[in-house]
C-alpha cells in the first residue's frame, strides 16, 4: 500500500475559542484552553498558553459492545468493569464537549481486531476479505467516533496479511508501525506517523506528531504470516531513528503510541535480540518525547513519568486498562517562546468505562452484526456427558484441559498416519487460558468451547527428544511458588511465581510426571514415564503445540528451533469445535487420566 492513499498526513484541526470545562479534564490544560498569557517569550512580550487532550485506548481485542459472547450476558468481572467502544464513545463525546472537539485527538495503542467472537466472526466465519465481505465493525465504530490514528498490535497480524489490510483499508485513520517494514528493502509497509495540526485561539499552528510502534514478537508469534515478508526492529532503535526525524519537519508535540508494556522484558527469551515491553526503555534512552501512550500489557498505569538521559526531561507514560475499560488522556501544555512552541507541561490520567452508558449511535451502527455473532455462538453442536470446568486447572490434572491435548493428539496422529513419523509417541500441550470456563453437562455450543480456548492459535507438531521434553516441563514448572512442605496449601497463593500468567503454564499429555513445589525452580520435575517406564534422553516424541509456543512464545525451550513435521491454519478452536460436531458427544472417560500431580518431598499435594 502506497502512503499517498491516504489523506492524514499533515491533516489539520482548526480550533475555535476557548470553551467551559469541567473536572474531565485536567486543570493546568483547561485553564490554558484560549487564554494568552505572559510566558518566557523575553521581558515585554505576551506569549500564549494553548491546552489541548490526547485521548487513548488499546488493546480493545474486539470489544464494541458490553457484552460477554462468552457467557451470553452483559459483561461483568470481579470490579464492575464495563468494556468495549460504544462506552469509549460516550467518554470521548464529554472530553469534546467540555474541551471543544478541535481541542482534542483519540489515538490508540493497538490490538483492536482480535479477541472476542465478533472480532473472530468478521475475519473467519462472515470474513471482510470475501467477496462484498462486510466492513469489520471495529472499523465501523472507531471510523463513527472519529479516532485520528492507531498503532498496529501483534494481534492484529493473527489473521493474516489479507485480512490486516483489508481492515486498514476501511479506516477513515491510518494504522502506524514505524518498526514493521519489508523484510527485503525494509521499507516502512505502514505509515510510520501522522502530524495533526491543531490551531490556538490566536491562530497559531500547533504541529502534533504521533509515531506509531508495534511489537518485535510478531516475527515469533505470527510467523507463519510475516516470515520472508515484513520484519520487525525494536522500538528503541526505530524511536530514535524517527523522532528526530519528525523534530525536523517542525513537530512542535511528539507523542508515541508503543504497543509495548514498559517493564523491560521479554516472555520469548534470547530469541530475538529487541526488547517486547521496552515502552519505558523508549522513553529513558530516546529524546524529544514527550508522552507516551502504552499498550501489549493489560495493565492500568493512569501516569508515570520517566526521566530520559539525555534531556532529563520527564516523559509521561500511561496506559489504560484493556477492552475499553479505561480511557487515557493526555492534558498537554505548550507556551509561546522565542518564535515558536514549547511544551510546557503534561500530565495524564484514566477514565472509567464504567461510568457512563454505552452510545446508542455506535450500538445501533452495529446492533445486526452484534445479532449474528450472538446467533452463532450459541449454535449447538453436540452433548457432553459431565461437567469439566478449568477452576483447578492451573493446579490439577483436570478433564478440561485433557480434552484440549486430547483432540490435539488425535489430529496429529491422523495427520502423520503413513509418514516417516508415525510410530513416534504423540503428546500434546495445553494450557489454562480462563480459570472460569467450563464445558456444561448436556448440551455443548460454540461459546462454550470459545471459552475453553479463546485466542486464534494454530496447531504445529515439533519432534523433541527425552532429554528436551525434561527441560520443556522443568520450564513449564517455573509456574509455582516454591512452597515449603509440611503446612497447609492455599491453591490460590502457589501459582503465577514471577508473574507468570496462566498461558505460559504448560501440561503435557502422553507422559506422566511429578512437580516438587518444595524444591527450586529447575530441579522440581521428577518421575517422568512414557509407558510406565523412565524416558531416556535419546527418546523421540512428536509434541502436538500450538503456534504461540512453537514459535517462541512464553520462550520454552527447543521447542521453537525443533523439526516442525507438521502444521494446518486451521484454529485449534475450531479443530476442536470440528471433533465435537463430528463425535456429537464429549464422554470425559474416553481422555480424562491423572497423568501429572505436584509434591512436596514426594508427597502429593492434593
Same mark, same amino acid.
Not at 330 to 353: I, K, L, T, Y
Not at 505 to 512: E, I, L
Given at each position: #500500500?502506497?502512503?499517498?492513499?491516504?489523506?492524514?498526513?499533515?491533516?489539520?484541526?482548526?480550533?475555535?475559542?476557548?470553551?467551559? =470545562?469541567?473536572?474531565?479534564?485536567?486543570?493546568?490544560?483547561?485553564?490554558?484552553?484560549?487564554?494568552?498569557?505572559?510566558?518566557?517569550?523575553?521581558?515585554?512580550?505576551?506569549?500564549?498558553?494553548?491546552?489541548?487532550?490526547?485521548?487513548?485506548?488499546?488493546?480493545?481485542?474486539?470489544?464494541?459492545?458490553?457484552?460477554?459472547?462468552?457467557?451470553?450476558?452483559?459483561?461483568?468481572?470481579?470490579?464492575?468493569?464495563?468494556?468495549?467502544?460504544?462506552?469509549?464513545?460516550?467518554?470521548?463525546?464529554?472530553?469534546?464537549?467540555?474541551?471543544?472537539?478541535?481541542?482534542? =485527538?483519540?489515538?490508540?495503542?493497538?490490538?483492536?481486531?482480535?479477541?472476542?467472537?465478533?472480532?473472530?466472526?468478521?475475519?473467519?466465519?462472515?470474513?471482510?476479505?470475501?467477496?462484498?465481505?462486510?466492513?469489520?465493525? #471495529?472499523?465501523?465504530?472507531?471510523?463513527?467516533?472519529?479516532?485520528?490514528?492507531?498503532?498496529?498490535?501483534?494481534?492484529?497480524?493473527?489473521?493474516?496479511?489479507?485480512?490486516?489490510?483489508?481492515?486498514?483499508?476501511?479506516?477513515?485513520? &491510518? =494504522?502506524?508501525?514505524?518498526?514493521?517494514?519489508?523484510?527485503?528493502?525494509?521499507?516502512?509497509?505502514? +505509515?510510520?506517523?501522522?502530524?495533526?495540526?491543531?490551531?490556538?485561539?490566536?491562530?497559531?499552528?500547533?504541529?502534533?506528531?504521533?509515531?506509531?510502534?508495534?511489537?518485535?514478537?510478531?516475527?515469533?508469534?505470527?510467523?507463519?504470516?510475516?516470515?520472508?515478508?515484513?520484519?520487525?526492529?525494536?522500538?528503541?532503535?526505530?524511536?530514535?531513528?524517527?523522532?528526530?526525524?519528525?523534530?525536523?519537519?517542525?513537530?512542535?508535540?511528539?507523542?508515541?503510541?508503543?504497543?509495548?508494556? #514498559? *517493564?523491560?522484558?521479554?516472555?520469548?527469551?534470547?530469541?530475538?535480540?529487541?526488547?517486547?515491553?521496552?515502552?519505558?526503555?523508549?522513553?529513558?534512552?530516546?529524546?524529544?518525547?514527550?508522552?507516551?501512550?502504552?499498550?501489549?500489557?493489560?495493565?492500568?498505569?493512569?501516569?508515570?513519568?520517566?526521566?530520559?538521559?539525555?534531556?532529563?526531561?520527564?516523559?509521561?507514560?500511561?496506559?489504560?486498562?484493556?477492552?475499553?475499560?479505561?480511557?487515557?488522556?493526555?492534558?498537554?501544555?505548550?507556551?509561546?517562546?522565542?518564535?515558536?512552541?514549547?511544551?510546557?507541561?503534561?500530565?495524564?490520567?484514566?477514565?472509567?468505562?464504567?461510568?457512563? %452508558?454505552?452510545?446508542?449511535?455506535?450500538?445501533?451502527? =452495529?446492533?445486526?452484526?452484534?445479532?449474528?455473532?450472538?446467533?452463532?455462538?450459541?449454535?449447538?453442536?453436540?452433548?457432553?456427558?459431565?461437567?469439566?470446568?478449568?477452576?483447578?486447572?492451573?493446579?490439577?490434572?483436570? &478433564?478440561?484441559?485433557?480434552?484440549?491435548?486430547?483432540?490435539?493428539?488425535?489430529?496429529? +496422529?491422523?495427520?502423520?498416519?503413513?509418514?516417516?513419523?508415525?510410530?513416534?509417541?504423540?503428546?500434546?500441550? %495445553?494450557?489454562?487460558? *480462563?480459570?472460569? %470456563?467450563?464445558?456444561?453437562?448436556?448440551?455443548?455450543?460454540?461459546?462454550?468451547?470459545?471459552?475453553?480456548?479463546?485466542?486464534?492459535?494454530?496447531?504445529?507438531?515439533?519432534?523433541?527428544?527425552?532429554?528436551?521434553?525434561?527441560?520443556?516441563?522443568?520450564?513449564?514448572?517455573?509456574?509455582?511458588?516454591?512452597?515449603?512442605?509440611?503446612?497447609?496449601?492455599?491453591?490460590?497463593?502457589?501459582?503465577?511465581? $514471577?508473574?507468570?500468567?496462566?498461558?505460559?503454564? $504448560?501440561?503435557?499429555?502422553?507422559?506422566?510426571?511429578?512437580?516438587?513445589?518444595?524444591?527450586?525452580?529447575?530441579?522440581?520435575?521428577?518421575?517422568?514415564?512414557?509407558?510406565?517406564?523412565?524416558?531416556?534422553?535419546?527418546?523421540?516424541?512428536?509434541?502436538?503445540?500450538?503456534?504461540? +509456543?512453537?514459535?517462541?512464545?512464553?520462550?520454552? &525451550?527447543?521447542?521453537?528451533?525443533?523439526?516442525?513435521?507438521?502444521?494446518?491454519?486451521?484454529?485449534?478452536?475450531?479443530?476442536?469445535?470440528?471433533?465435537?460436531?463430528?463425535?456429537?458427544?464429549?464422554?470425559?472417560?474416553?481422555?480424562?487420566?491423572?497423568?501429572?500431580?505436584?509434591?512436596?518431598?514426594?508427597?502429593?499435594?492434593?
Amino acid at each position: #500500500m502506497s502512503f499517498d492513499r491516504r489523506k492524514f498526513l499533515g491533516s489539520s484541526v482548526v480550533t475555535g475559542a476557548g470553551v467551559a =470545562l469541567s473536572g474531565a479534564v485536567g486543570a493546568s490544560a483547561a485553564e490554558a484552553v484560549g487564554v494568552p498569557q505572559r510566558s518566557g517569550g523575553g521581558v515585554g512580550h505576551r506569549g500564549e498558553r494553548y491546552g489541548f487532550t490526547v485521548m487513548g485506548t488499546t488493546d480493545l481485542h474486539g470489544n464494541v459492545f458490553n457484552w460477554d459472547y462468552a457467557t451470553d450476558a452483559e459483561f461483568d468481572d470481579a470490579d464492575h468493569n464495563d468494556v468495549g467502544l460504544a462506552k469509549i464513545s460516550t467518554l470521548v463525546a464529554d472530553v469534546r464537549q467540555q474541551r471543544g472537539r478541535r481541542n482534542t =485527538l483519540l489515538i490508540d495503542a493497538g490490538d483492536t481486531i482480535q479477541g472476542t467472537q465478533l472480532g473472530y466472526y468478521y475475519a473467519k466465519v462472515d470474513p471482510i476479505t470475501g467477496p462484498n465481505g462486510p466492513v469489520h465493525p #471495529m472499523a465501523r465504530a472507531m471510523n463513527a467516533i472519529g479516532y485520528d490514528a492507531a498503532a498496529l498490535g501483534n494481534h492484529e497480524f493473527n489473521y493474516g496479511l489479507e485480512v490486516l489490510r483489508k481492515f486498514e483499508d476501511s479506516c477513515d485513520f &491510518p =494504522l502506524l508501525g514505524a518498526n514493521a517494514v519489508d523484510a527485503k528493502s525494509l521499507r516502512p509497509a505502514f +505509515r510510520p506517523y501522522v502530524m495533526k495540526r491543531l490551531r490556538s485561539p490566536r491562530g497559531r499552528v500547533v504541529k502534533v506528531a504521533v509515531l506509531g510502534l508495534t511489537n518485535p514478537g510478531i516475527a515469533l508469534w505470527d510467523k507463519a504470516h510475516v516470515q520472508g515478508k515484513l520484519a520487525f526492529p525494536g522500538l528503541v532503535e526505530q524511536a530514535a531513528k524517527w523522532v528526530p526525524r519528525l523534530r525536523s519537519m517542525g513537530a512542535d508535540v511528539v507523542l508515541v503510541a508503543a504497543h509495548s508494556g #514498559m *517493564s523491560g522484558t521479554s516472555s520469548y527469551g534470547d530469541q530475538l535480540p529487541y526488547v517486547e515491553n521496552a515502552a519505558a526503555l523508549v522513553a529513558e534512552q530516546v529524546p524529544g518525547i514527550d508522552a507516551i501512550l502504552v499498550g501489549h500489557a493489560h495493565v492500568e498505569v493512569p501516569e508515570r513519568r520517566v526521566v530520559n538521559k539525555e534531556t532529563g526531561r520527564e516523559v509521561v507514560l500511561s496506559e489504560p486498562l484493556k477492552w475499553g475499560q479505561r480511557l487515557t488522556l493526555f492534558d498537554v501544555v505548550v507556551e509561546w517562546r522565542r518564535g515558536r512552541w514549547e511544551v510546557g507541561s503534561v500530565g495524564s490520567r484514566v477514565v472509567n468505562a464504567n461510568a457512563v %452508558a454505552e452510545d446508542p449511535r455506535i450500538t445501533g451502527l =452495529l446492533r445486526a452484526e452484534h445479532r449474528k455473532v450472538v446467533a452463532y455462538v450459541n449454535r449447538v453442536i453436540g452433548r457432553s456427558k459431565a461437567e469439566m470446568t478449568a477452576a483447578e486447572a492451573p493446579v490439577k490434572d483436570t &478433564p478440561v484441559l485433557d480434552f484440549i491435548s486430547f483432540v490435539q493428539a488425535e489430529v496429529v +496422529r491422523k495427520a502423520l498416519a503413513g509418514s516417516e513419523f508415525a510410530s513416534l509417541p504423540v503428546l500434546s500441550q %495445553a494450557s489454562c487460558f *480462563s480459570r472460569t %470456563a467450563k464445558v456444561p453437562e448436556g448440551e455443548v455450543t460454540i461459546r462454550a468451547l470459545a471459552a475453553l480456548y479463546p485466542f486464534d492459535n494454530t496447531l504445529e507438531a515439533r519432534v523433541l527428544t527425552g532429554a528436551q521434553l525434561r527441560d520443556y516441563l522443568e520450564f513449564s514448572a517455573r509456574y509455582y511458588v516454591r512452597t515449603a512442605a509440611g503446612g497447609p496449601v492455599d491453591p490460590s497463593r502457589i501459582t503465577n511465581a $514471577d508473574g507468570t500468567p496462566d498461558y505460559n503454564y $504448560d501440561a503435557v499429555r502422553g507422559v506422566s510426571y511429578e512437580i516438587d513445589i518444595a524444591k527450586p525452580a529447575g530441579q522440581r520435575v521428577g518421575k517422568v514415564l512414557f509407558g510406565g517406564e523412565p524416558v531416556g534422553d535419546a527418546a523421540e516424541f512428536v509434541l502436538a503445540v500450538n503456534n504461540y +509456543r512453537a514459535n517462541g512464545g512464553g520462550g520454552f &525451550p527447543h521447542v521453537a528451533r525443533a523439526r516442525q513435521v507438521w502444521s494446518t491454519s486451521d484454529e485449534i478452536r475450531n479443530l476442536i469445535i470440528g471433533w465435537v460436531q463430528e463425535m456429537k458427544e464429549i464422554d470425559p472417560s474416553v481422555f480424562a487420566s491423572v497423568e501429572w500431580r505436584l509434591t512436596r518431598d514426594g508427597v502429593p499435594v492434593f
